[in-house]
């Protein structure tokens, strides 16, 4: 798993923090790393809450426009609201 964070903690930092995490990185060093791993697809979170009928926060698409084939917009809203509506026994 990929996240990343607009804070000041540092990457050691982030790695003991949150143990699932495989990698950590600034947004600088962004373009740098979907172009080492030749991405195909970015996916950014936008879609509309339903309890509060806000619009999610979404990075700029520009930052992101021509480091891959694709930039998606649609799907991953989608699949974080169905992530938090089912629980695991």
């Avoid at 373009?31 to 030749?38: A, G, I, L, Q």
């Avoid at 979170?45 to 990075?59: M, R, W, Y």
Wanted: charged letters at 35%.
């Amino acid at each position: 798993m990929v996240k990343i964070w607009m804070t000041v903690l540092s990457i050691e930092e982030y790695k003991e923090k949150y143990d699932l995490i495989d990698e950590v990185m600034y947004s600088d060093q962004m373009e740098t790393y979907f172009k080492e791993r030749k991405a195909s697809v970015v996916y950014l979170n936008l879609g509309v809450n339903s309890d509060s009928k806000l619009t999610t926060a979404v990075p700029e698409e520009e930052k992101y426009t021509g480091l891959c084939e694709k930039v998606d917009k649609s799907t991953m809203h989608d699949i974080l609201v169905e992530s938090r509506v089912l629980k695991t026994p």
